[in-house]
């Protein structure tokens, strides 16, 4: 069940995700999830941008923050009876379509991108340009990226 934040709490997790404050970001999420009693999936589905639809996991993607995202993904991808809604906080799209996937992508973090297809991203969804995350790299001359995804993802 998602969780009821207050827009300063919503904003300091979407901040510190963008920053890559990774203390920071686990001693409020420890703190709201217990204040909630809910868990990561309860937090993550409230603590998106209202105007944007952007996520936690498109903040910390969409900058390269890799070991928030290792650590996020990897609580979310375990087996529960939730998979199905961890699967879809993974690849939630935002207001664009975009998902974390295609931040990472189209930022040229290869990593973030490895680590978000090693959980579950899904590199078929597309956003509301018709784009997948590959061929945003492409646009973005992002090559990395776009050259192990097509041979590696």
């Known amino acids: 069940m998602p969780a009821t934040l207050s827009e300063d709490e919503i904003d300091d997790l979407l901040y510190f995700a963008r920053t890559g404050e990774n203390e920071e970001f686990n001693i409020l999420k420890e703190e709201l999830c217990k204040r909630e009693s809910i868990g ?8 998106r941008d209202e105007m944007s639809g ?12 890799n070991e928030l995202l290792k650590i996020l993904c990897s609580e979310l991808s375990k087996p529960t009876p939730q998979s199905n809604v961890m699967l879809a906080i993974i690849n939630a799209q935002n207001q664009a379509g975009n998902t974390a996937l295609h931040w990472a992508a189209l930022n040229g973090h290869l990593e973030a991108v490895k680590v978000l ?6 590199p078929t969804i597309m956003n509301s340009r018709g784009h997948d995350a590959v061929y945003e790299a492409e646009l ?3 090559r990395e990226v776009v050259e192990w995804v097509l041979k590696e993802g």
């Open 117 to 122: 297809l090693e959980h579950g991203g899904d």
């Open 54 to 65: 952007n996520g936690v996991l498109h903040m910390a993607g969409a900058n390269g923050h």
């Open 40 to 47: 990561l999936v309860g937090l993550l589905e409230s603590a």
């Open 140 to 142: 973005n001359d992002k």
